[in-house]
T-cell receptor
Framework: NAGVMQNPRHLVRRRGQEARLRCSPM?????VYWYRQLPEEGLKFMVY????????ESGMPKERFSAEFPKEGPSILRIQQVVRGDSAAYFC??????????????FGPGTRLLVL | GEDVEQSLFLSVREGDSSVINCTYT??????LYWYKQEPGAGLQLLTY?????DMKQDQRLTVLLNKKDKHLSLRIADTQTGDSAIYFC????????????FGTGTQLKVEL
């Protein structure tokens, strides 16, 4: 059973470009979480999605950031017009169920975004 | 508030016990977790404890929870060089939709 997969593992973008980060949850998991880890800091929650629904986006910056989890295919975290402050490691986690249950979140290896 | 704090560094000798501490502020925590992160890698769940428990033991790992003081600790017995990593505590909150709030991480260095 493959774990949570993220790609690319490393992504370099110039200021103003777009970054697309992909996350494939573990088989059988329908809940996806995105977290951001700035250098020398802990992880900060960004968004929680189920298939075709955004459940909680309270941690998402108001502009330039969006996330989706379509019926088919991976979850996508999209950052438009990247700035240097977006440089961070972005982690995806998945769980079989979500709110209201205790379900362990399994983390992917992360995508390390560097904005030049 | 949702502050979770940890000391930044801990250095121990191989074979000794390590104790990593964590304090949190939100009394509505339901579950508290310990994750391990090795360089360049994702997070590996080590263990978790329900908030109405005081202690949980899993092989070399012992978790202690003092809910009154909002203090969580992770003890690693017989620490090995492979235990060198960053350790994060995290909490999920009642009504928080299962999202995790992470501490700042403690870097554990195991010396020979």
């Amino acid at each position: 059973n493959a774990g949570v997969m993220q790609n690319p593992r490393h992504l370099v973008r110039r200021r103003g470009q777009e970054a697309r980060l992909r996350c494939s949850p573990m088989k059988g998991h329908s809940h996806v979480y995105w977290y951001r880890q700035l250098p020398e800091e802990g992880l900060k929650f960004m968004v929680y999605l189920q298939k075709e629904n955004i459940i909680d986006e309270s941690g998402m910056p108001k502009e330039r950031f969006s996330a989706e989890f379509p019926k088919e295919g991976p979850s996508i975290l999209r950052i438009q017009q990247v700035v240097r402050g977006d440089s961070a490691a972005y982690f995806c986690a998945s769980s079989p169920q979500g709110a209201g249950t205790q379900e362990t979140q399994y983390f992917g290896p992360g995508t390390r975004l560097l904005v030049l | 508030g949702e502050d979770v704090e940890q000391s930044l560094f801990l250095s121990v000798r191989e074979g000794d016990s390590s104790v990593i501490n964590c304090t949190y502020t939100d009394s509505s925590s339901t579950y508290l977790y310990w994750y391990k992160q090795e360089p360049g890698a994702g997070l590996q769940l080590l263990t978790y404890i329900f908030s109405n428990m005081d202690m949980k033991q899993d092989q070399r790992l012992t978790v202690l929870l003092n809910k009154k003081d909002k203090h969580l600790s992770l003890r690693i017995a017989d620490t090995q060089t492979g235990d060198s990593a960053i350790y994060f505590c995290a909490e999920s909150l009642m009504g928080g939709g299962n999202k995790l709030t992470f501490g700042t991480g403690t870097q554990l260095k195991v010396e020979l």
